[in-house]
């Protein structure tokens, strides 16, 4: 018998570490969810970033059964067909030579942080220990990744953490230069900070940023856990900047929904580490890698990433309509299809608000913050999916000007 579940089941059981929104999702095509009552949403979340080719794309779907009918998990004892071409395929469309798996944009970031220690230590000594980051920063959930992020909302019920991390602000080379120095053995940075609220980094800070650290022998490493996978309408969004790290974080939308993270850098950097160094159970595991290999590959055939300039103009023009009628947004900024519309003063705080109500409008949106609504759709959404998604986000803005 099954047991029918109610939203309230959710604070029966769960460790409250989320407040999810009232309606429980049950199905979803495209970019279109349907919940229990059968009531449909346009969802410009994407899974937050992550269904880069919609939802149950049948393709997809297709790879999935496919490789769930011969080889599910075999251990890293053992190395898999999927996984090995999928490796073949990032390191052929990126500055890479070698990858190392894993299972979330966190493990990438501490993989990456760990290689980044190792690599100091072995060829500069002990001393050259410290990770620059920055404040608003957002890495993940681990105790190095949460400490390398820069809200303390996030990490301060959870001290001690690990030291020898500093934050520097973004887009302040100067606060950068302050702070870098011989002992530093590693900068990271999100190209555009998704979740401190959509912003993208200037071209030249991030090309003095390669400079500093080449003057003080510190990896540069480029976290595209959000930015990459042609959401930027580029592969990974250095492309777009012209800055090559020496690491590369991938996650999120690698695995088009299925869990998959990625450790992306050059050979003279992967020898540093060996066998034992490093690992992980699932990381590599023959599913994730054939889904995001099938991912990697229609997103080249169907020329996704050459449409997101046009949706990116589609949903701008869209919320600049919203903001003339309404007045209701400061700024709308971002790259690509990582769109942020910041709040007025006026509404501060608010943006969680105009998330409630927009769902109540059958639309899905984000927020980066308390002040900014996000929107991070699928890469393939459709011009009729957004023209019926922001005509009913505007009636939730409609509506938030009348009762706020
Ligand atoms: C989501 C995100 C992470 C964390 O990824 P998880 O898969 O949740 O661990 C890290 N960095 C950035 C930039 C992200 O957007």
Redesign the pocket.
């Known amino acids: 018998m099954s047991l029918k579940i109610l939203r309230q089941d959710f604070d029966k059981w769960m460790i409250p570490v989320y407040n999810p929104a009232k309606f429980i999702p049950v199905y979803a095509k495209g970019s279109i969810v349907w919940d229990q009552s059968g009531k449909d949403y346009i969802d410009f979340t994407g899974g937050?970033?992550v269904n880069v080719l919609g939802h149950a794309h049948p393709l997809l779907k297709k790879t999935l059964e496919k490789q769930a009918s011969s080889l599910w998990h075999i251990g890293n004892g053992y190395t898999n067909e999927p996984i090995l071409r999928l490796a073949k395929e990032l390191t052929n469309s990126t500055f890479a030579d070698k990858v190392f798996f894993c299972n979330?944009?966190?493990?990438a970031?501490e993989t990456a942080m760990k290689l980044a220690r190792k690599v100091a230590k072995d060829r500069f000594g002990k001393n050259k220990i410290n990770i620059l980051a920055f404040n608003n920063a957002?890495?993940?959930?681990t105790f190095f990744?949460v400490k390398a992020g820069g809200k303390s909302d996030y990490s301060k019920y959870f001290e001690p953490l690990p030291k020898e991390i500093q934050h520097a602000s973004f887009n302040d080379i100067k606060s950068v230069a302050k702070l870098i120095n011989e002992n530093t053995c590693a900068v990271i940075i999100?190209p555009i900070q998704?979740?401190g609220g959509v912003i993208p980094a200037d071209i030249s800070f991030l090309s003095k940023l390669r400079e500093l650290c080449d003057k003080y022998d510190a990896l540069l490493i480029f976290?595209e856990?959000?930015s990459g996978i042609g959401r930027t309408g580029w592969l990974y969004a250095y492309m777009y900047y012209g800055v090559i790290p020496d690491i590369l974080t991938s996650?999120?939308a690698l695995g088009g929904g299925f869990p998959i993270?990625a450790v992306l850098t050059k050979q003279d950097l992967a020898i540093m580490m060996n066998v034992g160094s490093h690992g992980t159970t699932y990381g590599g595991n023959p599913l994730a890698g054939a889904v995001a290999g099938k991912v990697l590959e229609l997103i080249k055939k169907d020329k996704i990433m050459e449409g997101v300039s046009q949706r990116h103009i589609w949903i701008v023009t869209h919320l600049n309509e919203i903001n003339k009628n309404l007045n209701i947004f400061k700024e709308i900024r971002g790259l690509g299809l990582m769109i942020g519309a910041v709040l007025n003063a006026s509404f501060i705080n608010k943006a969680d608000y105009i998330n409630k109500l927009s769902a109540e409008h059958g639309v899905m949106v984000l927020i980066a913050g308390s002040n900014v609504i996000r929107f991070t759709p699928a890469l393939n959404i459709s011009e009729q999916e957004i023209n019926i998604g922001m005509q009913r986000f505007a009636k939730a803005c409609e509506s938030f000007i009348k009762i706020k």
């Open positions: 937050i970033a979330s944009g966190a493990e970031n957002f890495h993940g959930r990744t999100e998704g979740e976290d856990v959000q996650a999120k993270g």
